[in-house]
């Protein structure tokens, strides 16, 4: 950003000083002229916003450097002024890479444990701040029944707590081993999650998701756990509102109190980015994943295939070897994932991220590890495992929406930070505040999107936006709704990577 130091008033910027391109910060004509070390450079075309601009002659072959890295190779020649995308760029990733730990030094920045919110201290030490119960399924054939009481017993018992909720699935039948495993391993993470004073498990009794298997893996106070199958009462409805009156009934004397960021657990997620959710939004975010992580809190990065291309700069801020070959392996993996399945590793990015300006995997991958700050790595959890690890981990989950924001919520983030360029009503049951790259999509959507990270490029700075975003997520932590909430937006969804019978 040294192009423009004073205020990010001119409409483009070259966000590292040896990058080949600029990024088009509103839409420029062809004819537009770029002054930039000394030089002039005209635009050839139209540029859309958000899109790149080379700044200087590029031969096919070359690599193209954004953020400091390539970014992938031309496979065209490129000349200065020239609109740079996918026309004319294409992904230097392939397959399996080999990997050496190279420890890069990490600056503490001052903790901020002063930051204090209301929250729900739970028996097991966890601290919520939501004070909910949840009802969940073991199988999707009684998803409906699960819903029914969740409307019926959020009437009847109004105002009594926080709310009562259904989170279903289609899953929980016809799978087998790890897949099987996965889906009873992820709900009882759900189970346990301190957001919820209570839970309610609805089963059938057929399926392959056995209740009395899953209630093995949950481990909560016997007041606040309550469960039964649907085939075994005579009224399912009748049954589950007598287990909601008595959960209630307990959850209701629950109170909150002053807690310190040290007791927060954050989830970090971007979703319909744009060539800004790297400029903007995603730094914005990983500086607060810094002020948890040093502060003595959890904060908890996923999407594994979105690391793809920027992965090396994760696995040497490992704390240790350790968490280093923890994250080979999780790499590796997903890339076998996905060789395996006979598909490239870099289908990425979406057609929205294209359209946005994002061209290659690798691009949006430099701009999507940023969420994870600066901090030391200091775990890799597997998908369905809850974090133990103060700081910052790195959880295993595909890049879905859905899918890995459920698992970061599973891993025991009480809020999520979801960043976006796009827009999405999209909500999961932890609050989930959105958080737009762009002031423009702010300004469209004040329904979806909680914070505007777009003032970055207005002439605010990214610390002082910091400031701003944390007094919300303290809001938020001590009671105040996200607009997910408030739109009742709630979802899980749950991997699905096995055969189905």
Not at 119 to 129: E, K, L, P, W
Not at 179 to 195: E, F, G, I, Q, V
Not at 263 to 287: E, H, Y
Not at 359 to 386: C, D, F, I, W
Request: glycine residues 10%.
């Amino acid at each position: 950003m040294a192009d423009d130091p004073a205020g990010l008033s001119l409409p483009w910027l070259r966000v590292s000083a040896g990058d080949s391109v600029a990024v088009a910060l509103q839409d420029l004509a062809a004819g537009y002229v770029i002054g930039i070390d000394g030089r002039e450079i005209v635009l050839r075309s139209d540029v859309p916003k958000g899109h790149k601009i080379a700044l200087k002659d590029i031969q096919a072959g070359d690599e193209i450097i954004k953020l400091g890295f390539s970014i992938g190779r031309a496979s065209q020649d490129i000349a200065a002024g020239e609109h740079v995308h996918a026309h004319n760029l294409v992904t230097g990733l392939s397959g399996l890479e080999a990997y050496s730990y190279q420890p890069t030094s990490v600056t503490t920045p001052p903790a901020l444990m002063e930051a204090t919110f209301e929250g729900y201290r739970r028996a097991d030490g966890q601290v919520g701040i939501r004070n909910e119960i949840w009802i969940l399924c073991t199988v999707g054939c009684v998803a409906k029944t699960s819903e029914k009481l969740a409307r019926v017993a959020s009437e009847r018992f109004r105002g009594r707590v926080d709310g009562i909720h259904a989170l279903t699935h289609p899953l929980g039948c016809s799978q087998l081993g790890d897949d099987l495993d996965h889906t009873r391993k992820l709900l009882a993470s759900l189970a346990m999650h301190p957001n919820a004073g209570g839970v309610l498990i609805v089963g059938l009794g057929c399926e392959n998701n056995q209740l009395s298997a899953l209630i093995r893996e949950i481990d909560r106070p016997a007041d606040r756990l309550k469960y039964f199958a649907a085939q075994m009462v005579e009224d399912e409805h009748e049954a589950g509102l007598e287990a909601l009156e008595a959960l209630v009934a307990v959850v209701e004397k629950d109170r909150r109190e002053t807690c310190s960021v040290r007791d927060l657990t954050i989830g970090v997620k971007c979703g319909g980015s744009d060539a800004f959710s790297g400029l903007t939004a995603n730094p914005l975010v990983g500086l607060i994943a810094d002020r948890v992580a040093f502060a003595g809190g959890r904060a908890i990065m996923t999407e594994i295939p979105e690391v793809f291309g920027a992965e090396r700069g994760l696995m040497n801020r490992a704390k240790d070897e350790k968490v280093f070959h923890d994250v080979v392996e999780v790499v590796n993996d997903f890339k076998t994932y996905f060789i395996e399945h006979k598909q490239p590793v870099f289908e990425n990015p979406s057609p929205g991220n294209k359209a946005g300006g994002i061209t290659t995997l690798e691009e949006k991958s430099l701009g999507a590890v940023q969420k994870g700050g600066h901090s030391p790595l200091n775990a890799v959890m597997r998908y369905g495992e809850r974090a133990h690890e103060r700081g910052l981990s790195l959880l295993e989950a595909p890049g879905n929406d859905a899918v890995s924001s459920t698992a970061l919520t599973a891993a025991g983030a009480v809020i999520v930070l979801f960043t976006t360029g796009r827009g999405t009503p999209l909500g999961f049951p932890a609050p989930t505040l959105k958080i737009a790259s762009n002031s423009a999509l702010a300004a469209r959507k004040p329904g979806w999107i909680d914070f505007n990270a777009g003032q970055v490029l207005e002439g605010r700075t990214l610390e002082q936006t910091a400031d701003d975003l944390m007094d919300l997520i303290i809001k938020t932590a001590s009671g105040r709704p996200a607009c997910n909430e408030t739109n009742d937006e709630r979802e899980i969804a749950i991997w699905k990577n096995g055969v189905t019978l």
